[in-house]
Every structure is written in structure tokens, then in C-alpha cells.
């Protein structure tokens, strides 16, 4: 199993940006499809973006397409979620994945790992 230590979460006005990191140790981490998923609160988890193990491939949810961008740095193990014009609605936890195989997939089950999550909130 990978070991997943989320960071970057904050607070920010509406339309701003931030970059949350996700530090991945304990597993080969080019061999993992990574994966964000978020939860607002009372809400259920939901799936965000999601990288290929080499990185040549990427998946949005809808909600975020043209906003967030997520990327690998494999020597680094590292991913990230770069989010811009972020809007109120984007308030939620927000958690770093790892699948142990390669192909995106946004079922959330098929993650094996998982982040302790990191809050974002986004005030008006």
C-alpha cells in the first residue's frame, strides 16, 4: 500500500487560485493512476481528475474542466491539482488516490489509497 500526505488546502475569495500537492511514499509511484476526489460537507465523495502512471493520459469531471489541472511529477512522487477561478462550490475536503494499476478510472472503490484530505474553502 502508498502512503498519501495531501497539503496546499486553504481558504480563498472566489476566482482565485490554489495548488494542492499530494506526497506519495511506500510504493513505486509511476505504477499508480493518482487520483483527486473531493466531499463536500453533507454531500457524497466525488470523483475530480485523475492521471495515467506516465502521465499520458488525464480525466476531468465536467464540473471542473478548464479550471483545474492535475499533474505527476514521477522523480518527485509528487501530484498535483493546480485549481483556478475557484467559485464557493468548490468548498469541500479534498483527498488524494492511488490505483495500483495503470488506466484512469473514476470509481472511487477501485483506489486503494488513500489521503487523510486536505479543506478547501472558497468564501464569496
Known amino acids: 500500500q502508498v502512503q498519501l500526505v495531501e497539503s496546499g488546502g486553504g481558504l480563498v475569495q472566489a476566482g482565485g487560485s490554489l495548488r494542492l500537492s499530494c506526497a506519495a511514499s511506500?510504493?513505486?509511484?509511476?505504477?499508480?493512476?493518482m487520483g483527486w476526489f473531493r466531499r463536500a460537507p453533507g454531500e457524497e465523495r466525488e470523483f475530480v481528475a485523475a492521471?495515467?502512471?506516465?502521465?499520458?493520459?488525464?480525466d476531468y469531471a465536467d464540473f471542473v474542466k478548464g479550471r483545474f489541472t492535475i499533474s505527476r511529477d514521477n522523480a518527485k512522487n509528487t501530484v498535483y491539482l493546480q485549481m483556478s477561478s475557484l467559485e464557493p462550490e468548490d468548498t469541500a475536503v479534498y483527498y488524494c488516490?492511488?490505483?495500483?494499476?495503470?488506466?484512469?478510472?473514476?470509481?472511487?472503490?477501485?483506489?486503494?489509497?488513500w489521503g487523510q484530505g486536505t479543506q478547501v474553502a472558497v468564501s464569496s
Open positions: 511506500g510504493r513505486t509511484f509511476s505504477s499508480d493512476v
Open positions: 488516490a492511488a490505483k495500483p494499476t495503470c488506466g484512469i478510472i473514476r470509481r472511487a472503490n477501485s483506489y486503494g489509497s
Open positions: 492521471i495515467n502512471c506516465n502521465a499520458d493520459s488525464t
